[in-house]
């Protein structure tokens, strides 16, 4: 049944369709009726889930924080789980990996020739030369965050550490990607392939990034292989992940015995891949995907008004407020590169910016650090 503009919004929010998603779905209509593929209502998040997402991808963050000086030569993958499993207790979370459709333990630790869903175990003893992915997924006051990051261990061979840092470029452009409004999933693997591709790499097919948030898998799903325009329209509010999985070698692989550990068929290495340190060097590899609007949106905020005038601010805007302040006068010019703008008299600018989100209890300034 269609919704009436004052009829409460689909999303849960308790606001009326009118303020909350009418505009969003008359966008997708338009651009279904354009041919394109539209995501489902169940696949886009209000402002209290995305909001709660957050912080379980924060929790999750600090689990991987914690890990990592533990990730080191002659540390079994077991020790490891333990040490996730029991600090991930001791903050109110959950390892949510743990029985997932039967896994066995906290996280997933990859080594190598592993592509994914590496089993921890007293008899994987990390080496000299290791690259190593740990997956982890948390759950948080009913909310899921899910990433996961890469560690080269001693003395990595220079072919290894450069698949490991193209992995993480590759993330990198996959998630540039997301920034353009209303592109496709397809926009994203294309990006990445072709990335990979052109490093003398082979990207994994069958396994890929996903919706996560209110469960630990959703719709849609993200192949890092695609052609641009095609799957789903990335639309404000989803929430997914980005996770490549590139091998040195062919991306064929095969999966073993255990049901979960999955590896390169040829038994090449393969990287899922931002900060190095000396012989221990953890790199972000998994990256949850908030999509947004735009850049730059209605309504404008001018830095001078009249009381009671302009847009009315109600619950859901989401704004920016950067007074530009002059010590002379107002008046300024811009340069011939078309971008720098300076005071037409030489004087001193200042210039401050938050971003403010409208809610039902209040104004909300989303740019400051916790």
């Known amino acids: 049944m269609k919704l009436g503009r004052n009829d409460m919004c689909w999303c849960g ?37 995305i909001e709660g997402i957050r912080e379980a991808s924060k929790v999750n963050t600090s689990v991987l924080d914690y890990i990592t000086p533990f990730v080191k030569i002659g540390v079994s993958t077991r020790e490891l789980d333990d040490l996730i499993y029991n600090y991930t207790k001791s903050i109110d979370a959950i390892p949510a990996c743990l029985g997932y459709e039967g896994y066995p333990k906290s996280v997933c630790i990859s080594v190598n020739d592993v592509v994914c869903h590496g089993i921890p175990s007293d008899d994987i003893i990390l080496q000299d030369g290791d690259i190593v992915n740990i997956d982890c997924t948390t759950e948080y006051k009913g909310y899921f965050g899910d990433s996961s ?6 003395n990595v061979d220079p072919a290894w550490k450069k698949l490991v840092e193209d992995t993480k470029k590759a993330l990198d452009i996959g998630v540039e990607v997301c920034s353009k409004p209303y592109v496709t999933i397809g926009d994203i693997g294309y990006a990445i392939n072709k990335f990979a591709q052109e490093q003398g790499y082979s990207v994994v ?13 959703e719709e849609p799903y993200v192949s890092h292989i695609g052609q641009p325009g095609k799957d789903y329209v990335l639309a404000p509010g989803m929430v997914f992940t980005i996770e490549p999985m590139i091998n040195m070698g062919g991306a064929g692989i095969r999966q073993l015995p255990d049901g979960w550990t999955v590896k390169t068929k040829d038994g090449s290495l393969s990287a899922v891949a931002d900060r190095d340190g000396p012989a221990l060097r953890p790199h972000h590899c998994k990256q949850t995907a908030f999509i947004p609007t735009v850049m730059h949106e209605d309504p404008s905020v001018p830095n001078f008004g009249t009381p009671g005038r302009g847009v009315r601010l109600l619950p859901g805007m989401t704004i920016a407020i950067e007074p530009m302040v002059n010590q002379g006068r107002c008046n300024v010019r811009v340069l011939d590169d078309k971008w720098t703008t300076v005071t037409a008299d030489g004087k001193l600018s200042a210039h401050f910016e938050h971003t403010v989100a409208i809610t039902p209890d209040g104004p909300k300034i989303m740019t400051l650090c916790d």
């Open 149 to 154: 990051r890469m560690f080269m261990l001693g």
């Open 205 to 217: 097919r069958e396994i890929g990034g996903h919706g996560v948030g209110l469960a630990i898998h």
């Open 13 to 49: 929010s308790g606001k009326k369709y009118k303020t909350c998603h009418l505009a969003l779905d008359d966008k997708l209509e338009d651009m279904k009726n354009r041919g394109f593929k539209i995501p489902t209502h169940a696949m886009i998040k209000n402002a209290e889930q």
